[in-house]
């Protein structure tokens, strides 16, 4: 919107009309008879003009007028929603002081080998259950060996083992997948320790629930749905951080996104343990948020960023 000598502009609006003049005009007769009331006064043009468009998204009309004296810009509407108006720029001011500086989110190396080293122990470990019969049964999640029996690392150790070569390879490939893009998104290491943290509080959550039953679960599908709730969370405190509170809704859309492909993938098929696939997606939520929290609070340091 250019403001160009003394003519005044006309501009149509969202069901409303603004009109920008300059000098003398039929305007000063309008404030004198009580047609019009002053709404709001700022220095620049450009700032008029951005809480004239606040007017004219209520539906309403507004009118600048430049005063000759100050060089200021003021804005008037008519007087029965002046104060309506003025309520709606000080909500306006509000947000735009609550609205946080764009934040880079840094992007980091893939932590390939760390996938490559994840890869290899699940298949070590697959094989040193074929060996060894009573292997799985020491070291899988167990709700009484560990509610009652205190051996709290089988909520961790059962995250290595699995039921047969197609329950390895299905956490394989769904897994790496997201383990990758933690990585890329909070760091190789910090998203593999989120991952296996995630999965294992998963685990150990899932024994608590359903102590005293017996209930036993294998597989490293806790930490993958951990990862997906991992990428959710810091989707979710970025969208958060990039949009003003007025705009709440934007954060959900990751969370969103994250049920639906916890409902698609991790809540059907024979043997599916579906306590334990949405506590590590809590968790992960959780740990993601923190962790994208935390990050987006200092600078990356030298030598993170891909």
């Known amino acids: 919107m250019v403001l160009e000598g003394n003519r005044a502009l006309a501009f149509g609006g969202i069901g409303g009309i603004l009109t920008v003049t300059i000098g003398m005009t039929g305007t000063d007769q ?8 002053v709404v709001g006064e700022f220095a620049t043009a450009a700032d008029a003009q951005e809480y004239a468009l606040v007017v004219l998204a209520m539906n309403l009309d507004c009118w600048i007028k430049m005063e000759a004296q100050t060089g200021h810009f003021v804005v008037f509407a008519e007087p029965a929603y002046a104060l309506a108006i003025r309520d709606e720029f000080a909500l306006y001011a509000a947000e735009q002081e609550l609205r946080a500086e764009p934040v880079e989110v840094p992007l980091f190396k893939s932590g390939v080998e760390l996938a490559i080293l994840w890869i290899t122990s699940l298949l070590v470990v697959f094989g040193m259950q074929g060996e060894d019969a009573g292997f799985t049964d020491r070291f899988c ?8 029996d205190g051996e709290w690392w089988r909520p961790f150790t059962s995250l290595f083992l699995h039921g047969d070569l197609n329950h390895m390879i299905g956490n394989i490939g769904f897994g790496v997948i997201f383990c990758v893009l933690v990585a890329h998104t909070v760091g190789p290491v910090l998203g593999w320790v989120l991952i ?3 999965g294992a509080i998963g685990n150990l959550l899932t024994a ?3 102590y005293p039953e017996e209930f036993q679960s294998v597989g490293a599908s806790t930490a993958t749905f951990g990862a997906l709730g991992i990428l959710v969370g810091v989707g979710a405190q970025v969208a958060w951080q990039a949009r003003s509170y007025r705009k709440l809704g934007a954060s959900l859309v990751p969370v969103g996104a994250g049920v639906i492909m916890l409902g698609w993938f991790g809540a059907g098929g024979e043997n599916t343990d ?11 939520a959780v740990l993601g948020l923190a962790a994208s929290w935390r990050q987006m609070r200092r600078p990356p340091a030298q030598g993170e960023a891909a």
């Open 30 to 37: 309008m404030v004198e008879d009580g047609g019009l009331a």
């Open 196 to 198: 296996l943290a995630s």
């Open 141 to 148: 999640n167990s709700s009484l060996a560990v509610i009652r």
């Open 274 to 284: 579906v306590a334990a696939h949405v506590a590590g997606f809590g968790v992960g």
């Open 208 to 210: 608590g629930i359903r």
